[in-house]
């Protein structure tokens, strides 16, 4: 299962296939409940396909896009339409918030928002 974090740069890695080669990449994410979709395009792997690596990386931009949390089918594929794999995406739109409280019992609690 691969995790994007609303309000971040994400690095997504993939294990590296002999047929990968060093072109741009899409990454589709696609919500299993509901109509929500969204394309990544013109992704470029992080480490230039370097000999030697096993995994290719992607940097994915959520710092300016807000995605409703949920599960998501996540589809990676290059410029020349081939399908390197459908994964699971879990997309995180919560953040914690430490109590204020100065009360004893409820004083280091966290709250769970956006929910």
Not at 30 to 54: H, I, P, Q
Not at 62 to 86: F, H, Q, R, V, W
Request: charged residues 20%.
């Amino acid at each position: 299962m691969k995790t994007l974090e609303n309000n971040k740069t994400n690095i997504l890695s993939f294990v590296k296939m002999n047929l990968m080669e060093d072109v741009s990449y899409s990454i589709t994410i696609d919500k299993t409940v509901g109509e929500f979709s969204y394309v990544f395009d013109n992704l470029y792997e992080l480490n230039e396909f370097r000999a030697g690596l096993n995994f290719v990386s992607f940097s994915i931009d959520l710092s300016l896009i807000d995605i409703p949390g949920g599960e998501y089918k996540l589809t990676l594929s290059d410029e020349n339409n081939n399908d390197y794999g459908t994964y699971i995406c879990n997309v995180s739109d919560y953040t914690f918030v430490e109590s204020e409280s100065t009360n004893d019992i409820f004083g280091t609690t966290i709250k769970i928002s956006n929910l």
